[in-house]
């Protein structure tokens, strides 16, 4: 069974730091990867994805993310933080090799100090 | 493109209610989805529609709820003698059928609070 395991429930960087946010997944076959954003009051929308092309993904925003199959991990990075980023941040996967259905995490939800 | 809609988006009632909710997905995409989600978690699929077929539906979905896409296009959910363990954010996403990554795409969401 596919499932994504997202490490903090709260992070907090200043703005202009570098944001990492984690997310580690178990997959029985080779995984697509999914970073989504939700504002508040607001639908999720997707920030990047991998589907076993390059491991690093760059998305909207200024994100990226970087594949690491050895360590089944796919955090989410951005340089330099800014307050329009705080916002809560799930990592999904796809459930096996369906192309119809996706499994999210629980979210990490990101505080920018000003 | 205007996006996925949901109506209402904020739902108060009294337990033992009933409650039903519309989703309008992007006109050309066949697949519709809903969610639930409460404070601390991430979505949880509740069931899908490919076209007017509901194709899967989670053991989240207990007798009281149903869904239905009648003409594959918008879609109702109801839910039957609410409870106040229904309370939570109901998401609808719709993708289109043959994208290998399946990206789905959100509307903002009916907050229902049983009382």
């Known amino acids: 069974a596919q499932s994504v395991t997202q490490l903090g429930s709260h992070v907090s960087v200043s703005e202009g730091a570098l944001v990492l946010l984690r997310c580690n997944y178990s997959s029985s076959v080779p995984p697509y990867l999914f970073w989504y954003v939700q504002y508040p009051n607001q639908g999720l929308q997707l920030l990047l994805k991998?589907?076993?092309?390059?491991?690093l993904v760059k998305g909207i925003n200024g994100f990226e993310a970087e594949f690491k199959k050895s360590e089944t991990s796919f955090h989410l990075t951005k340089p330099s933080a800014h307050m329009s980023d705080a916002a809560e941040y799930f990592c999904?996967?796809?459930?096996?090799?369906?192309?119809?259905?996706?499994?999210f995490g629980k979210g990490t939800r990101l505080h920018i100090l000003p | 493109d205007t996006g996925v809609s949901q109506n209402p988006r904020h739902k108060i009632t009294k337990r033992g209610q009933n409650v039903t909710f519309r989703c309008d997905p992007i006109?050309?995409?066949?697949?519709l989805y809903w969610y639930r989600q409460t404070l601390g978690q991430g979505p949880e699929f509740l069931t899908y529609?490919?076209?007017?077929?509901?194709?899967?539906k989670s053991r989240l979905l207990s007798d009281r709820f149903s869904a239905e896409r009648p003409k594959g296009s918008f879609s109702t959910l109801e839910i039957q003698r609410t409870e106040q363990g229904d309370s939570a954010m109901y998401l609808c996403a719709s993708s289109r059928a043959g994208t290998a990554y399946n990206e789905q795409f959100f509307g903002p969401g009916t907050r229902l609070t049983v009382l």
């Open positions: 006109s050309e995409h066949n697949r």
């Open positions: 991998y589907t076993s092309a390059a491991t």
């Open positions: 529609f490919q076209n007017e077929a509901q194709l899967e």
């Open positions: 999904a996967v796809r459930e096996g090799n369906r192309d119809d259905k996706i499994i």
